[in-house]
Nanobody, 123 residues
Framework: QVQLVESGGGLVQAGGSLRLSCAASGLTFRSYAMGWFRQASGSEREFVAVIDWGGGVTGYADSMKGRFTISRDNAKNTVYLQMNSLKPEDTAVYYC????????????????WGQGTQVTVSS
């Protein structure tokens, strides 16, 4: 049974930082591209960042470039999202997702999803 478990969310002031983690089990982690998505209340799920199986290819939504960094540790079956210079508009539930084929920014293309972790940025 595949499980993706996010952690690291919380309440932070604007300008602060958080590091999200997503621990994967039940799949051959190094064979999967991993993505981070987020969903604010009343909004659709949106792409945040993606990383390929080896960590050599990454991609970001325009509004996250320069502030967020995605990385992975295949030895620990974990993907990370370092979030700096957080803004109130970054408030959302953040989800990690796994895709058996290559990295892509389209949510419906992902095979497995975590339950999400809440990030709240106060002004």
């Amino acid at each position: 049974q595949v499980q993706l478990v996010e952690s690291g969310g919380g309440l932070v002031q604007a300008g602060g930082s958080l590091r999200l983690s997503c621990a994967a089990s039940g799949l051959t982690f190094r064979s999967y591209a991993m993505g981070w998505f987020r969903q604010a209340s009343g909004s659709e799920r949106e792409f945040v960042a993606v990383i390929d199986w080896g960590g050599g290819v990454t991609g970001y939504a325009d509004s996250m470039k320069g502030r967020f960094t995605i990385s992975r540790d295949n030895a620990k079956n974990t993907v990370y999202l370092q979030m700096n210079s957080l803004k109130p508009e970054d408030t959302a539930v953040y989800y990690c997702a796994a895709r058996r084929v290559g990295p892509i920014s389209i949510a419906r293309a992902y095979d497995y999803w975590g339950q999400g972790t809440q990030v709240t940025v106060s002004s």
